[in-house]
């Protein structure tokens, strides 16, 4: 089966699928409703969806992994990634493990380094397939999900953790894994609906039945029922109702089975999701050639919510007050009366439903904070209930961090404030459970009392819908000494990209795909984990010191070869080497983590004038080996200093940007050596001493420097490697300068004299003269 092309920027295209694929839709095609004589030529249909491929890297932050994004269609009822990956030619090509990671609604939390995660941090596990790349190449890779749930999916994809190894770009080979998925999806075209409280009847032959209900905002329950069930030949009602979509890395769906005798067949929900529609399957269970016939019936128990807008806050915060003898606080009728009826219909109120302000703040930022930024009242049977809207596709980037804070005073040693964090629909069912479990998620449980009056919740890249905060009153011996009892919760509530910018050994990182904007921790100094809190490898802060002394101080080297060429009259040279060994100084002060950091001007500008500053160092050492005219001298530093400056703003990290130009440099210098070997029919340079004790070990300490900087180099010893590459490339500079030109005379003091020797011995006559 042809894969489809990709559009432009890798938006996903749907095509019509043939061949084998359209013989199984065709064989997996459900009959008609009961009911309708129509017969319909296509139940199911396939869409096929493409992204541009990547390249994967070793995995050292999440960075490193290769995040795509799908859409999967409503009413889907078959997922299938296709896996491809292709891989270059070479020595360097070797068979890796692939490991790629599937989620809904959010990227996938990722762990390859076995890191810790900062506290209170709750992560689920994530599904993933992991297979050699020779297995990949094979033949492609298959992952199947049933009834999956419709909106964005995520895939990210890395190869094994890095080997820390500082590679050199265009000059050390490597090898190219590229990776792409496709999605290939089958929904339903015709799909039946049921409605609250009416009958739908459905007969089952060998095929499934698909159905779908509706799930309004403000459900309490929702309970699934089959009625009037007929069968041939079977006892009880052999029908498998599937409800739910499927959500990695869980999978919460609900199955009904009725195929005992027991009578009626129910399925309740509590809780079950808010503002959207709820797939279901039947299957029939008594065979290949038995119809069964049955009705789907569906009913809904409604939530009345009380909800405090302003007025109702402004009315409460006037009817409340404190008493100051009991540092206790006295409740309006309207609070007392939540659990009863109200005046406002029949029946009690469920929830307490506070208004929250949502507010933007920059990109993945978002600050949530109650209206008018007063204290959520938690009472003893109804739930205090807040709604965070993060539905709108680009919120699951970041991290979400819910904080509770309660006073001593406002809680007792006989109460507990319960508190669950859920996506989709709140637990409202405090009276019966504190697990957290709605129909279809489970929540985060989170806790106050007298003796932990603080909670704090943190969710990495949450998924992509409305959640919610709700609270409730416990009491933990008898309920009547707790009927007044009311406490009054602090919440701070806020969608950030990295947890606390990722501290100080890390940076926070905005990452893109296309237009889906997500963040990232890169570590620094040893630290590892999702926020740059893990310390098991961590410099201390001697450590990193140190590292920042030899960085800095061995720059100093170029003090050498500036001497030497201040003596010898080299001072354009002498000003590039002081020019080099300045930026290169505050370039490591300022690209040091923690504490040992410091950065005189912006980061980008100090590393590009280092990297320019070394450039240039080696261009015009070059030259000067060569002995050329001072004008034409001059004039190649001067072009070949702005080709290696516009090179640099091409690509920094090009290693051609440096190599280039002095090859050429050392094409000059060697034909203007070959050029006097001929002229004078002598060696260049003539004297052996000159060869032993200059060029040899120049040459020498050069090469050991470039192999060191190439080959050596980790993340690891990159403090202790790279400062014996800066004394190194310092010391052959000094090493290789030639001598001074006969004709410059001496840089001497009796020079700046206002009288010369000559002067004064002619005076000195004269006085003779006269005597």
């Avoid at 890798?10 to 064989?27: M, N, S, T």
């Avoid at 509530?493 to 890390?506: A, E, F, I, R, S």
């Avoid at 490591?588 to 590009?608: E, W």
């Avoid at 094409?667 to 070997?677: Q, T």
């Amino acid at each position: 089966m042809g894969r489809a092309g990709t559009g432009s920027r890798g938006e996903a295209v749907a095509v019509a699928v043939a061949g084998p694929v359209l013989l199984l839709l065709l064989l997996a095609r459900p009959p008609p409703a009961a009911g309708d004589s129509r017969k319909s030529d296509v139940a199911l249909v396939s869409e096929h969806f493409s992204q541009a491929p990547q390249r994967l890297s070793f995995y050292s932050w999440y960075g490193s992994a290769r995040l795509f994004r799908f859409h999967v269609p409503s009413d889907t009822v078959l997922l299938r990634w296709l896996l491809q990956v292709s891989q270059g030619s070479g020595p360097t090509c070797t068979d890796v493990e692939i490991t790629v990671y599937f989620r809904y609604g959010a990227p996938p939390v990722i762990n390859p380094l076995g890191t810790r995660f900062p506290d209170n941090t709750s992560v689920q596990p994530s599904f993933h397939v992991s297979m050699p790349l020779s297995t990949m190449l094979l033949s492609n890779t298959t992952v199947n999900v049933s009834h999956p749930a419709p909106g964005d999916w995520f895939v990210a994809a890395h190869l094994p953790p890095s080997s820390q190894k500082i590679q050199v770009k265009d000059f050390v080979p490597t090898c190219a894994y590229i990776f792409q998925p496709d999605m290939l999806v089958i929904r339903v075209v015709k799909i039946s609906i049921v409605e609250p409280d009416m009958p739908l009847p459905q007969t089952l032959l060998s095929h499934p039945s698909y159905l779908k209900i509706f799930v309004p905002e403000y459900t309490q329950e929702l309970q699934l029922e089959l009625q009037g069930c007929a069968s041939n030949g079977s006892l009880g009602c052999p029908v498998r109702l599937t409800v739910g979509s499927v959500t990695l890395p869980n999978n919460f769906q609900k199955v009904l089975t009725c195929t005992s005798l027991a009578w009626p067949c129910r399925l309740l929900l509590p809780s079950p999701p808010w503002d959207r529609w709820l797939q279901v399957m039947a299957e029939n269970l008594a065979g290949a050639h038995e119809a069964v016939a049955f009705s789907a019936v569906a009913a809904l128990t409604a939530c009345r919510p009380w909800s405090m807008t302003f007025s109702h806050l402004l009315q409460s915060r006037q009817n409340q007050s404190y008493n100051t003898s009991t540092g206790q606080q006295s409740l309006s009728p309207c609070h007392r009366d939540l659990g009863r009826s109200s005046g406002w219909g029949s029946g009690p109120f469920c929830l307490l439903s506070y208004p929250i302000i949502r507010e933007d703040m920059d990109v993945v930022s978002v600050r949530f904070q109650p209206l008018d930024r007063i204290l959520v009242t938690v009472h003893l049977d109804t739930p205090s209930m807040m709604q965070l809207r993060l539905n709108t596709g680009m919120d699951s980037g970041g991290s979400l961090t819910i904080s509770l804070r309660t006073n001593k005073t406002e809680i007792t040693n006989d109460t507990l404030v319960v508190a669950c964090v859920n996506a989709a629909s709140p637990f409202l069912s405090f009276n019966t459970s504190h697990n957290c479990t709605t129909a279809f998620f489970q929540g985060y449980p989170l806790s106050l009392s007298a003796s932990s009056l603080r909670a704090n919740l943190i969710i990495p890249y949450p998924e992509t819908d409305n959640w919610y905060l709700s609270l409730q009153l416990v009491c933990l011996k008898s309920p009547l000494g707790c009927e007044e009892a009311v406490v009054r919760v602090e919440t701070t509530l806020h969608l950030v990209p990295c947890l606390n910018d990722c501290g100080p050994y890390g940076q926070c990182l905005l990452l893109r795909r296309h237009s889906y904007l997500y963040a990232g921790c890169s570590c620094k100094a040893g630290w590892r984990g999702w926020s740059c809190t893990d310390n098991s490898t961590a410099q201390t802060v001697a450590q990193q010191r140190a590292a920042a002394l030899l960085l800095t101080l061995s720059n100093l080297m170029f003090l050498a070869p500036i001497a030497i060429c201040v003596h010898r009259f080299f001072l354009v040279e002498a000003s590039v080497y002081a020019y080099t060994m300045f930026f290169s100084t505050f370039y490591h002060a300022c690209d040091q983590p923690g504490k040992a950091v410091l950065c005189i001007l912006n980061y980008d500008t100090l590393q590009y004038c280092d990297f320019l500053g070394s450039g240039v160092s080696i261009w015009v050492t070059i030259l000067c080996m060569a002995r050329l005219k001072t004008v034409l001298k001059h004039v190649l530093f001067l072009l070949g200093t702005l080709v290696i400056a516009m090179s640099l703003q091409l690509d920094r990290w090009g290693a051609w940007n440096i190599i280039g130009p002095c090859l050429f440099a050392f094409v000059i210098m060697a034909s203007m050596w070959v050029y006097r070997c001929g002229h004078r029919h002598q060696c260049y340079p003539s004297s052996w001493q000159r060869w032993v004790f200059y060029l040899l070990p120049g040459i020498s300490m050069a090469t050991a420097g470039i192999a060191i900087y190439i080959s050596l180099m980790t993340a690891d010893n990159y403090y202790y490697t790279h400062s014996i590459w800066h004394m190194l490339l310092a010391g052959s500079a000094a090493l290789l300068l030639p001598p001074r030109e006969k004709h410059t005379e001496p840089w001497t003091c009796w020079q700046r004299l206002p009288c010369h020797y000559q002067i004064c011995r002619n005076d000195r006559d004269e006085l003779y003269t006269v005597t």
